[in-house]
T-cell receptor, first 113, second 109 residues
Framework: NAGVTQTPKFQVLKTGQSMTLQCAQD?????MYWYRQDPGMGLRLIYY???????DKGEVPNGYNVSRLNKREFSLRLESAAPSQTSVYFC????????????FGPGTRLTVL | LAKTTQPISMDSYEGQEVNITCSHN???????ITWYQQFPSQGPRFIIQ???TKVTNEVASLFIPADRKSSTLSLPRVSLSDTAVYYC??????????FGQGTELSVKP
């Protein structure tokens, strides 16, 4: 099992450009999450999907949109990138929402110039 | 706003036992307490989880007092490879994990 995979690993954007970060899991998990981690900081939840067909805002949703494409895939879209969105983005999944053991992907390092 | 508070950093030596304490402000009745480990350039990795009293697995022990307003992660006999950042998020039933800044543990030879 690959676990949680993310693409791309690195990306450089110019201010105003758009892009989609992809995330997939092969553990048949119901719940998926997107976090961002700024240098020297902890993780902050952007959006999450408790189950296929549902999405909800986290702590810092402004400037992002998400799509739960199917049970395996959960994408994060930046419509108009800003330098403040320079960060490392982690996707995670869990079997459900109650017991909180989340499995994280390797991250996407995004720089917005 | 519910959050956790941990020491920013800790130093230890190989072979020592390390205890990292976390305070949980406004933890809800149904929240579980979890601990994660993160190495540089990697995503966090789950270590241990508990609700109250003591939990032990092959990696660590977790001590939670009766009032659940804090928890202590205990790492027995640390090695250099335990150098990492340790987080103690807690989550509600919606699945949201609130991560604080974490504790940067440095293990020296």
């Amino acid at each position: 099992n690959a676990g949680v995979t993310q693409t791309p690993k690195f990306q450089v954007l110019k201010t105003g450009q758009s892009m989609t970060l992809q995330c997939a899991q092969d553990m048949n998990h119901n719940s998926m999450y997107w976090y961002r981690q700024d240098p020297g900081m902890g993780l902050r939840l952007i959006y999450y999907s408790a189950s296929e067909g549902t999405t909800d805002k986290g702590e810092v949703p402004n400037g992002y949109n998400v799509s739960r494409l199917n049970k395996r895939e959960f994408s994060l879209r930046l419509e108009s990138a800003a330098p403040s969105q320079t960060s490392v983005y982690f996707c995670a999944s869990s079997e459900g929402t109650v017991y909180n053991e989340q499995f994280f992907g390797p991250g996407t390092r995004l720089t917005v110039l | 706003l519910a959050k956790t508070t941990q020491p920013i950093s800790m130093d230890s030596y190989e072979g020592q036992e390390v205890n990292i304490t976390c305070s949980h402000n406004n933890i809800a009745t149904n929240d579980y307490i979890t601990w994660y480990q993160q190495f540089p350039s990697q995503g966090p990795r789950f270590i241990i989880q508990g609700y109250k009293t003591k939990v032990t697995n092959e990696v660590a022990s977790l001590f939670i007092p009766a009032d659940r307003k804090s928890s202590t992660l205990s790492l027995p006999r640390v090695s250099l490879s335990d150098t990492a950042v340790y987080y103690c998020p807690f989550g509600n039933q919606g699945g949201k994990l609130i991560f604080g800044q974490g504790t940067e543990l440095s293990v020296k030879p």
